[in-house]
């Protein structure tokens, strides 16, 4: 992958990655929130109660795309960007377009999707 390519990558990774550390912050803030709030009757403690569930599982989701934008931009340093993390061949550039933060080639995706093959923590 040439240089300007690559640099144009990093920069749609490091402004994702900022996007959802604000995204993570601000859930939790949120989720803190509907914690001081004095709920009166079963309605309001039901509802206090759904709304941390769901800000816990939008965080949850949020930190797991950080950590796969973190993972890519660790391998732009590393130099390995644009190469499958199981297999090491080179990943197709509409993938890389679609998702910048990709790890796997197609055939080593499908096999992560169906369980024939675990996912690595790189």
């Not at 929130?33 to 949850?60: C, G, P, V």
Request: one cysteine or more; charged letters at 35%.
């Amino acid at each position: 992958m040439d240089k300007k390519r690559l640099e144009q990558f990093k920069k749609r990774l490091e402004t994702r990655q900022q996007e959802l550390r604000r995204l993570v912050s601000r859930n939790v803030q949120d989720g803190r929130a509907a914690d001081e709030q004095a709920a009166q009757d079963i309605a309001d403690k039901a509802a206090n109660s759904y709304t941390k569930e769901f800000l816990f599982h939008q965080s949850h989701n949020d930190r797991q795309l950080l950590q796969l934008v973190e993972d890519a931009l660790e391998r732009i340093r590393a130099g390995s960007y644009g190469e499958c993390v199981n297999c090491g061949h080179e990943l197709n550039a509409k993938r890389l377009d679609a998702v910048p933060w990709t790890r796997y080639c197609i055939n080593c995706q499908e096999k992560v999707e169906q369980g024939l093959l675990e996912e690595s923590s790189i």
